[in-house]
DNA sequence: CAAAAACATGTAAATAATTACATGTATAAA
DNA sequence: TTTATACATGTAATTATTTACATGTTTTTG
């Protein structure tokens, strides 16, 4: 029952770009992409043996220091022609991920329940925090607004932060009606 | 390795509201709060059994037609205490969900590539579709506004007809810049 | 009345994701 | 120089999720 596994063309975008680590693989969820997808270094790793296998992408070892090699992976034709062939297909309606909070929130009916206000402060200083430092990335990386070599960032970078800004929006909102 | 078992929790909350089938949770995520959450059948009938072993919910046997017997689950105190707790826990910051569309623009640098019109287009229509379903749905449900007993529930489909209003926006701004 | 759809409840099998365990190297900070 | 942190790469174990398989009953539709 093959899944989609989205994460093999992350991967083949991410090395398209330029070659990586896996370890600049698994820091990059840190990062912008972190905030429309998650993979651990677990995931990671052995996904980079598989993809191999089926020659959608090579490494070279390079020497650091006195000892270590690392692997530095980069992407075959026949990964880019996946890549593309990926980019290209229709994407199925996502379902919108898993947000807990908003499950409690359903579970209390009281406008007056007195649960509701610690529970919308903490998140509004979650997103508030989050929304600050999205807005920080987005002027550093993107100073001057779109750049016409690094638009599909630009636009991604630009949605989250519109994200955040609304959640926290809405979050104002529901303490003002309390 | 005990992950935190949200779905535990969801059952225990709808159930808390009014007893309910299996069926009947199943058929919950194709609702409102399957906007925020996302469960098959083949994980709620487990669950459930789990949970009865663990005397958070009990069922009792009611007769359908001429055979057949459905079971309609009910929380137990104890259940009901648990729900309270994670209620009144901090939520851990969430991790946004995995949106494949915005990994695909990701990849595409070239504000000229001719791979996103398309792309933009196609998103943009199911996310009006998806609003205007929302939409119609809070209208519906919540004819004249918030109402005091059944607040959460407001709360969180006016967060999902944000959400999409706003991804909506932003299609079309992205849209305008090509 | 028959067929289709909805209701109802499982289990098995596989993939995906997370936590845990593990080891070692190189660089930065104290 | 030593310690702490970051870099680097695995594997094992477990939980979570999805797809597949399966059966039967009741209600609705044609």
Redesign the pocket.
């Known amino acids: 029952?093959?899944?989609?596994?989205?994460?093999q063309f992350i991967i083949l975008g991410l090395i398209h770009e330029r070659p990586l680590?896996?370890?600049?693989l698994?820091?990059a969820f840190d990062n912008d992409i972190g905030e429309f997808w998650?993979?651990?270094?677990?995931?990671i790793?052995?996904q980079?043996?598989t993809l191999e296998a089926k020659a959608l992408l090579t490494h070279t070892d390079e020497v650091?220091?006195?000892?270590?090699t690392?692997?530095?992976y980069t992407i075959t034709e026949t990964g880019q022609a996946l890549l593309n062939q990926w980019l290209r297909a229709p994407t199925p309606e996502s379902?919108n991920g898993?947000d807990e909070f908003v499950l409690k929130l359903y579970f209390i009916q009281q406008q007056n329940d007195p649960r509701l206000r610690p529970m919308l402060i903490e998140q509004l200083m979650l997103h508030e925090q989050r929304l600050n430092h999205l807005t920080q990335q987005l002027t550093t990386k993107f100073p001057t607004g779109a750049n016409a070599t690094d638009f599909g960032h630009f636009l991604i970078l630009t949605h989250a932060v519109r994200r955040e800004r609304d959640y926290t929006v809405w979050l104002q909102d529901a303490l003002h009606q309390l």
Chains 1, 2 share one sequence.
Do not use: F, V, W
């Not at 029952?1 to 994460?7: H, P, V």
């Not at 680590?21 to 600049?24: E, I, L, M, Q, S």
């Not at 998650?38 to 995931?43: D, G, I, N, P, V």
């Open positions: 029952m093959a899944q989609r596994n989205i994460l680590t896996g370890y600049d698994t820091k998650s993979a651990k270094h677990s995931q790793y052995p980079l043996k650091t220091g006195e000892k270590l690392r692997k530095r379902h898993k």
